[in-house]
């Protein structure tokens, strides 16, 4: 009897403390297991979104790629686990991705309550609406008295309410659980606008029945930045994140690209480039990972502008310009801290 | 048995160790096992604690005096997004899922009933009919049929602009069906006043007749009375106010606006869609339910009413039905039950019921998933034990009573 209690003991308590094996450090779980749990948008052109053939492609994918690329020298070490809105946080949080990387909105309360740290921003949006041409709408203040279509359990829902309030004017909100729902709604004429991140609501307006029959109003009512998401109260993991968009990104600066790196790495004597690609100092392996770890990122995936320019620029079907996400030497937001 | 027993033979069991008493054995297991499962809980309720502890997510129910600051477009209790709580968006869930539930079961039952009964009807038609209708609706999952619902629904109306009119008041589009809200004035009380005296004394007049029927055999004309009581009655209320110049009851008409259609009362789309695949479901169910409960029915039964002249209509309502309701309510109870946690799929077409508001997007707001989850399941179980209660109530009352 006794040994039968202490079994089931033993094996429920080996169940409810699964949690405990985040305890000895994410880098060291993801290199057990041999590969990352990559929490992806279930479907949003250019951020992550699976093709024809079932391959991931998107600026946010690609991002869960790089890692991949820092930590196995690999892009194929990635696990991608479709996650709506609505499942996101609880599945970050229980363990079943190792990271969130599905443009997903730095606020205040996720990263004070929900136990989440966001290391870095990889693109600056907001909030803005689409409307059928044929309504005559050319502003979202004249949106008095719409429905408005929206995904449950985002940022945009919360903007949404506040910017119908800030500005009196009445609405109806519809609320789905899916991307894939929503925009269906407002395609079929459930409502008369839709409303997402600007980003979304270009890819979104690509699968419409008639693209060119909607229009994005010109109003961005709220500042979106995304970016990945780790647990919080594991620094090492969080750092390792924060500089892979920071090596992109200085990448990009010091105007190393997948094509010229091989080449860079053998001859540049620039001392900021030789940092970057780990044949000065030691960064790579004070981050907990090998002293080329930028040097794969950039050959397996690009620098920054590379995989913004396939994926959302102007090598996608996006097209979306570079804007706030250029680089603070271009008048952008994107601001990588010196590797030093 | 013996059949003799010797003069001083001990009364009651024989006496043993109490180790080896199987009553003592019994309840020493019972408790053994309550501990142990009181154990695990405690074990598995600490880790939870410490888990969110060290993931340092914020926990506790403190969350639910917090603003939403999120809008719900079908709600019976006010919500604003400025003022209301996440504990009002909890109630606001709930109250949409009861009413659909509520409407749901009333409707499936209707139909089900109706389609039961059909399915052995001596008319071939109507009883194939009614075969191809359980056959195709039971075999196909619940979450396709709303969606096919919703989209049918939607698919088939106009856009908002060009909504078909039934005169100036009553309009139907996309986003629903428009209709004259009736606003009530102070004095309307008197009204809901005359519709309650009418029922009450429905009531009691059918009382009335029974008794007279058993004692005379005469039976008195129930239905025309109540009807005149219930509908008269508030009619007359209705006239007395108008007479005196007070307008009870004024209409507030839908009118169109830039985009969609304001004022008036509005059943929308969702809601519809909800309420149809629900119902349309589970009435297959209840319908092969009512069939097993009347094939439960001695046949004879129903040959002693004919030879007694009885009609196969009052045959049925009479003699079948009242003795198949014993073999049909347990069933009938888990279809209920069914369709209530069945309403939690409303999520899928954005009907804002318990799950899609609390579960969705106040956990996403909040963060709170053991909480929100824990109260959500709490929910769901308290109205299952209700249902099941009230349907055990009303079990007893037609269970067979031997004689």
């Known amino acids: 009897m006794k040994r039968i209690v202490a079994a089931l003991a033993f094996g429920l308590g080996a169940t409810l403390l699964a949690g405990a094996a985040q305890a000895q450090g994410t880098l060291n779980s993801i290199k057990q297991k041999g590969y990352i749990s990559c929490g992806s948008n279930p479907g949003l052109a250019g951020f992550g979104v699976p093709d024809a053939q079932g391959r991931w492609t998107g600026l946010d994918v690609d991002f869960c790629r790089a890692l991949s690329a820092a930590i196995f020298n690999d892009v194929t070490k990635v696990r991608f686990i479709p996650l709506s809105a609505k499942d996101r946080f609880t599945a970050l949080q229980s363990g079943e991705v190792d990271i969130l990387s599905r443009n997903t909105t730095w606020s205040m ?65 519809v609320a789905f659980a899916s991307a894939d729902e929503t925009f269906k709604a407002y395609d079929s004429g459930r409502c008369d606008a839709f409303t997402t ?27 979106e930045p995304l970016g990945p998401a780790v647990r919080q109260g594991d620094a090492q993991w969080a750092d390792i994140v924060r500089w892979t968009h920071y090596a992109m990104l200085n990448a990009e600066e010091a105007g190393i690209t997948q094509g010229n790196v091989d080449q860079m790495v053998k001859s540049s004597d620039n001392p900021d480039v030789k940092r970057i690609l780990g044949t000065e100092g030691k960064y790579g392996t004070d981050l907990g990972l090998t002293n080329d770890w930028a040097y794969r990122i950039i050959k397996l995936v690009g620098n920054y502008a590379e995989v913004f320019e396939k994926n959302v620029g102007q090598g996608s079907p996006l097209k979306i310009q570079r804007g706030v996400n250029a680089l603070w030497s271009k008048g952008g937001l994107q601001y990588g801290p010196p590797i030093r | 048995m013996p059949t003799q027993l010797p003069a001083d033979a001990p009364s009651g069991p024989p006496r043993v160790s109490p180790f080896y008493d199987p009553r003592i054995r019994g309840a020493a297991y019972q408790i053994l096992l309550l501990l142990a499962v009181g154990v695990v809980a405690w074990i598995a309720i ?33 919500f604003t997004a400025a003022t209301s709580t996440y504990g009002t968006a909890f109630l606001v869930g709930l109250t949409n899922t009861l009413i659909v539930a509520a409407i749901g079961i009333v409707l499936a039952t209707l139909l089900g009933f109706a389609v039961g009964v059909a399915r052995l009807s001596p008319n071939w038609i109507v009883r194939t009919l009614a075969t191809v209708y359980v056959e195709v609706l039971r075999n196909i999952p619940l979450l396709l049929q709303l969606l096919f619902w919703y989209v049918a629904v939607l698919a088939s109306l106009p856009s908002a602009r060009d909504s078909y009119a039934l005169g100036t008041s009553v309009f139907l589009n996309q986003r629903g069906l428009y209709l004259p809200k009736p606003l009530l004035a102070a004095d309307a009380w008197a ?55 007070i307008a009870p009851v004024a209409l507030d008409f839908p009118i169109k606006g830039t985009f969609n259609l304001r004022g008036g009362m509005q059943l929308y789309p969702e809601f519809v869609a909800l309420v149809l695949g629900l119902t349309v479901y589970t009435a297959a169910f209840i319908a092969e339910v009512v069939r097993a409960g009347i094939q439960a029915v001695n046949r004879g039964q129903t040959e002693a009413a004919r030879a007694l002249g009885l009609q196969p209509g009052p045959t049925m309502r009479l003699v079948v039905i009242p003795q198949a309701m014993r073999v049909i309510v347990p069933p009938l109870t888990s279809q209920f039950l069914n369709l209530t946690k069945n309403s939690s799929l409303a999520v899928a077409i954005g009907y804002p019921d318990l799950v899609q508001v609390f579960m969705g997007t106040v956990l996403n707001q909040t963060g709170q998933a053991v909480e929100v989850v824990a109260i959500t399941m709490a929910v769901y179980l308290t109205i299952s034990l209700v249902t099941a209660f009230a349907m055990n109530l009303y079990n007893r009352r037609v269970a067979l009573i031997e004689r």
């Open chain 1, 109 to 173: 309360s996720r990263d004070t309550t929900l136990g989440l740290d966001f290391p870095a921003v990889n693109f600056y949006d907001g909030q803005g609406f689409m409307v059928k041409k044929k309504l005559g709408v050319t502003s979202a203040k004249q949106l008095d008295g719409a429905s408005v279509c929206t995904q449950q359990g985002t940022t945009t829902e919360l903007n949404l309410a506040d910017y119908f309030r800030a500005n009196k004017l009445k609405y109806e909100v």
């Open chain 1, 197 to 223: 991140d600007a980003s979304g609501l270009y890819a979104e307006r690509l699968r419409a029945s008639a693209p060119d029959d909607n229009i994005v109003l010109p109003e961005i009512i709220s500042k």
């Open chain 2, 46 to 78: 600490g880790n939870a604690a410490e888990n969110l502890r060290n993931a340092r997510v914020a926990s506790g129910f403190g969350f639910l005096g917090n603003t939403a600051g999120f809008d719900v477009n079908q709600t019976v209790i006010p």
């Open chain 2, 191 to 245: 009204l809901p006043l005359a519709l309650a005296i009418g029922i009450i004394g429905t009531l009691l007049f059918r009382a009335h007749a029974r008794r007279e029927q058993a004692r005379t055999g005469r039976r008195l004309p129930v239905l025309a009375v109540g009807l005149a009581l219930v509908l008269g009655l508030p009619l007359l209320a209705y006239g007395v106010l108008a007479l005196l110049g």
